[in-house]
Every structure is written in C-alpha cells, then in structure tokens.
Nanobody
Framework: QVQLVESGGGLVQAGVSLRLFCAVSRSIFSGNVMAWYLQTPGKQRELVASITPFGVTSHADSVKGRFAISRDNVKRTVYLQMDSLKPEDTAVYYC??????????WGQGTQVTVSS
C-alpha cells in the first residue's frame, strides 16, 4: 500500500513555529532519501529539505537556520520543524522521496499560511 500523509500545517502569525509530519509507507520510505517540498499557486513544487536514511540533511538556502528536517526510521515518519516562519513560507508542503517526479504518487499535502 502506497501512502504519504502530511499533517501539521495551519494558519499562524509570522515568527512562530510549526512542526510538519509525514507518515510514509514502507515501499516509499525504507532505504530512501526523503524530502519536503513546497508548492505555491501556479508554480512547480520546489525542494525544501532532504534527509538520507542515516540522517544527513540538506536544506534550501531560503530556509537554512530556520527549518530542520528529521526522520524516524522505526515509525517511518518524516518531520519538518519550521521556526521563525515568514509570510513567504506560505505554501502547501509535501513530502516524498528525493527527486520524486511530478507523475509519481503524492499525498494531499498540508497547507501552511503565515500572516504578517
């Protein structure tokens, strides 16, 4: 069973924190580099952060020092800790394997809206 279930988004004010969660099926998660992406209306998904099975992380310049990706290999869950949120972080956030294609399976995403 293929599964990507994102949660944790919401409407928040600038400067606060959110933690996103992504429950992932074994076939997608195990042994793979996982990532968080964001998408704004009219634009393609863009990579926010990635994490290897061993915990090596990479973050986009726009979120370095504010966001942190992590994973729990037992629970097959990927997290995105988002601190010091800015209005420009407003987007739908998705998780998937790193380098996932648009035609691959995607979950429903979780909306993050940051007001100024």
């Amino acid at each position: 069973q293929v599964q990507l279930v994102e949660s944790g988004g919401g409407l928040v004010q600038a400067g606060v924190s959110l933690r996103l969660f992504c429950a992932v099926s074994r076939s997608i998660f195990s042994g793979n580099v996982m990532a968080w992406y964001l998408q704004t209306p009219g634009k393609q998904r863009e990579l926010v952060a990635s994490i290897t099975p061993f915990g090596v992380t990479s973050h986009a310049d726009s979120v370095k020092g504010r966001f942190a990706i992590s994973r729990d290999n037992v629970k097959r869950t990927v997290y995105l800790q988002m601190d010091s949120l800015k209005p420009e972080d407003t987007a739908v956030y998705y998780c998937n394997q790193h380098n996932a294609h648009p035609w691959d399976y995607w979950g429903q995403g979780t909306q993050v809206t940051v007001s100024s």
